[in-house]
């Protein structure tokens, strides 16, 4: 063995023992360095569940918290989506009416044309696919910015809409039936919630030893074996705790499960695959991607359909929480609730950072402050003002963290 592979392990060891006090100081230096992570949205989910407990107790029953989380998941939904064009450091500003449409379609295939609701499902989700395809392609072709083609993409949808719901104006959806019985009551068995709860901890333990023999083999620095145990058990802790509280009344939500779920698979996607890899060097940096052999016009269109396609399926489960399809679905707050809440949870406007847990976080602050007010009987305008407020925070906190890191790395 070299003398540079000898001290390049027994640097990996030093560093290795370091432990939980070398994991705090590497945490304070990327604070420093303008990398906040998720800390700003979990500090602004205390605040709000702080205020808002304090002003109407009934805030933090589990009943109300139930609530709230099937209201999330359709939101939810279209917000991962969003997460995926702003990436690029792109945006669509039609998911809303996306989701109007694709619950129009479910209505009429499937009530008025007595088509199976999966089929009806999957047309839906063909047509939001379909739309995201037209919009990659203007970009691409005719290098349409994303913001005029989408809002274009808007008026033309809401149009649609209105085309297939007809002169009622409003189709309602059979009480009785599973998309409906899932968006409104059906939450999870005690048990099998307990057993999903430890899942996080388990995989975030099982990839982090997977990591740990990577880079060792690499002879690279390797993470604290107790910084992984304290990450792992303390995740299940804090889920163990809210799946506990959440049972002491109706119980975790199936919908809002299947919404973590989805969030997974594509934070999976997003850091683990060559694709979702591709997705972050487009959006940091175009033209340098381009050149490092990326097809960046093949990037943008998966994108965009994935988008529309999310935005679809967020229609769809908005329509089974409501149990019918109307003129009134995906307008109003929509668009703002789900760029919002993407934003909100940590993806940057300007393209190259953020992750898949951004829509989950974000909409989980999105709903609270809804559901804060409601309960507290305030206006709607209240509401919008508050929410464009906290939405302005995060893209100044974005901002500014933005020039830190930049400031960081010329020093």
Same mark, same amino acid.
């Given at each position: 063995m070299s003398d540079i592979q000898k001290f390049d392990r027994a640097d990996t060891r030093v560093r290795a023992d370091e432990g939980l006090g070398g994991a705090v100081r590497g945490f304070v230096d990327r604070m420093r360095s303008g990398d906040l992570g998720v800390l700003p949205v979990l500090l602004g989910l205390i605040l709000?569940?702080? &205020?808002?407990?304090?002003? +109407?107790?009934?805030?933090?029953?589990p009943a109300n918290l139930t609530n709230l989380l099937f209201d999330a998941a359709a939101v939810g939904l279209i917000s991962l989506g969003v997460v995926f064009v702003l990436l690029l450091g792109e945006i669509d500003l039609s998911i809303g009416s996306m989701s109007g449409v694709a619950s129009a379609i479910l209505g009429v295939l499937w009530v008025n044309a007595g088509v199976p609701w999966p089929l009806a499902l999957l047309a839906a989700l063909a047509a939001g696919a379909v739309t995201g395809f &037209?919009?990659?392609?203007?970009? +691409?072709?005719?290098?349409?910015?994303?913001?005029?083609? $989408?809002?274009?993409?808007?008026?033309a949808l809401l149009g649609l809409q209105l085309y297939l719901l007809g002169n009622s104006g409003s189709i309602?959806?059979?009480?009785?039936?599973?998309?409906?019985?899932?968006?409104? $009551?059906?939450?999870?068995?005690?048990?099998?919630?307990?057993?999903?709860?430890v899942i996080p901890g388990a995989a975030i333990f099982a990839f982090g030893l997977q990591t740990r023999t990577l880079r060792a083999q690499a002879n690279l620095s390797v993470p604290s074996m107790s910084v992984l145990i304290v990450k792992a058990a303390g995740l299940n802790a804090i889920?163990?705790?809210?799946?506990w509280y959440l049972n002491q009344g109706r119980g975790v939500p199936a919908m809002f499960v299947f919404f973590v779920v989805i969030v997974t698979g594509m934070?999976? &996607?997003?850091?683990?695959?060559?694709?979702? =890899? #591709?997705?972050?060097? &487009?959006?940091?940096?175009?033209?340098?991607? =381009?050149?490092?052999?990326?097809?960046v016009k093949h990037i943008r269109i998966?994108?965009?359909?994935?988008?529309? /396609?999310?935005?679809?399926?967020g229609g769809v489960l908005a329509a089974s929480r409501l149990a019918s399809a109307s003129r009134q679905a995906g307008t109003g707050d929509v668009n703002l609730n789900a760029i919002a809440a993407?934003?909100?949870?940590? $993806?940057?406007?300007?393209?190259?950072?953020? #992750?898949?847990?951004?829509?989950?976080?974000?909409?989980?602050?999105?709903? /609270?402050?809804? +559901?804060?007010?409601?309960?507290?009987n305030l206006s709607s305008s209240l509401r919008y003002m508050i929410l464009g407020a906290v939405l302005a925070i995060a893209v100044i906190v974005d901002s500014l963290a933005r020039q830190s890191r930049a400031s960081h790395g010329r020093a």
């Open positions: 709000i569940a702080i &205020v808002f407990s304090s002003l +109407n107790p009934v805030f933090m029953r &037209v919009y990659a392609s203007l970009l +691409n072709r005719f290098g349409m910015p994303s913001f005029v083609s $989408t809002l274009a993409g808007l008026l309602n959806l059979p009480f009785q039936s599973f998309p409906i019985r899932f968006g409104q $009551t059906m939450v999870m068995p005690g048990w099998l919630s307990y057993l999903l709860a889920i163990l705790l809210a799946v934070e999976y &996607v997003l850091t683990r695959t060559q694709f979702g =890899r #591709s997705i972050l060097a &487009v959006g940091g940096n175009r033209e340098a991607a =381009r050149r490092a052999g990326i097809n998966y994108c965009f359909m994935m988008c529309s /396609a999310f935005a679809a399926f993407a934003v909100i949870g940590g $993806t940057s406007l300007f393209g190259g950072r953020g #992750s898949a847990w951004s829509a989950l976080l974000g909409v989980l602050v999105i709903q /609270a402050i809804s +559901n804060g007010l409601t309960l507290l």
